[in-house]
């Protein structure tokens, strides 16, 4: 249980991400039942999904940093 408590900002952080990255089909879908036309559409939808992506690149920054220093130490330990 106490697993899961840990866990519990990574499962946030995990949601967060999905939301941002499907943002882009949830305003083109919105913006089709309000009867805007195709352009409007495609501009508005790729507008949000790169800023979501940039977004995403943060959030992932300092966990892929994490994991190169991990692999190089890892490597390091292994010339030794």
Known sequence: MSY?????????KGFLIFVLA????????????????????VLASVLVEALSMISCYFFFKKYLKQIDESK?????SKKI
């Open 4 to 12: 899961l408590k840990d866990s519990v900002p990574e499962l946030v």
């Open 22 to 41: 499907t943002s882009g089909l949830g305003v083109a879908i919105l913006l089709r039942i309000l009867n805007y036309n195709g352009t409007t559409i």
């Open 72 to 76: 190089f130490s890892e490597k390091k």
